[in-house]
């Protein structure tokens, strides 16, 4: 069993910077996927980013890519998604979420375990 809670989201204005993080309870794996995916309500949850638990592939979506920065600290079971050069299209709850099987980590179904989500919005 894995619990997931994510902190960090806020209030910020365009071009400013986040950082949210997810703290994981249970063990994680080396052959874990960790994942950070958006959803603005009425709409589909989206992909932005996710690793291997081991630091290995690495992925984002293209509507994020050289703005943030998805990284681990395995020491404090913790995942970090840095955002930079926000956009008021960021704007979404982010959640955390865990994935324990092979399958695409870019899918919303492939992950097993999801945080509670955090509130991110940017202000134009």
């Known amino acids: 069993q894995v619990q997931l809670v994510e902190s960090g989201g806020g209030l910020v204005q365009a071009g400013d910077s986040l950082r949210l993080s997810c703290a994981a309870s249970?063990?994680?794996?080396?052959?874990?996927?960790m994942g950070w995916f958006r959803q603005v309500s009425g709409k589909e949850r989206e992909f932005v980013t996710a690793?291997?638990?081991?630091?290995?592939?690495?992925y984002y979506a293209d509507s994020v890519k050289g703005r943030f920065t998805i990284s681990r600290d395995s020491a404090k079971n913790t995942v970090y998604l840095q955002m930079n050069s926000l956009k008021p299209e960021d704007t979404a709850v982010y959640f955390c979420?865990?994935?324990?099987?092979?399958?695409?980590?870019?899918?919303?179904?492939?992950?097993?375990?999801w945080g509670q989500g955090t509130q991110v919005t940017v202000s134009s």
């Open positions: 690793m291997d638990w081991s630091g290995g592939r690495l």
């Open positions: 249970g063990r994680i794996f080396s052959s874990y996927r």
């Open positions: 979420a865990c994935s324990l099987t092979i399958g695409s980590m870019t899918t919303s179904s492939s992950y097993d375990y």
